[in-house]
């Protein structure tokens, strides 16, 4: 259903005060990618799956560096994982 032109303006107003107020938070909205917190969650999972792949890797063919760069990348995955759930000022979990 199209807006009608009363709340097309008063979106457009909202969207100024916005820009206005916050520019950080206007600018990634603006860029549609996750920045700060949610982009650490992101890469921390990422390099979680990789270094378990690289477990796994290592575990049928039988190369142990490659199970422990695995190793080594899953736990570096998780801390930053962890890490973005943390808020950064320092005033504990989000829970």
Do not use: H
């Amino acid at each position: 259903m199209p807006l009608s032109d009363e709340e097309r303006r008063r979106l457009e107003k909202l969207e100024q005060d916005l820009a206005a107020t916050d520019p950080e938070l206007n600018l990634e909205l603006q860029s549609g990618r996750p920045r700060g917190m949610a982009a650490r969650s992101v890469w921390g999972i990422l390099a979680t799956v990789a270094g378990f792949v690289l477990v796994i890797a290592g575990i049928i063919t039988q190369i142990m560096i490659i199970g422990v760069i695995g190793f080594l990348l899953m736990c570096a995955g998780a801390n930053w994982f962890l890490g973005g759930l943390r808020p950064r000022d320092g005033s504990g979990y989000p829970f």
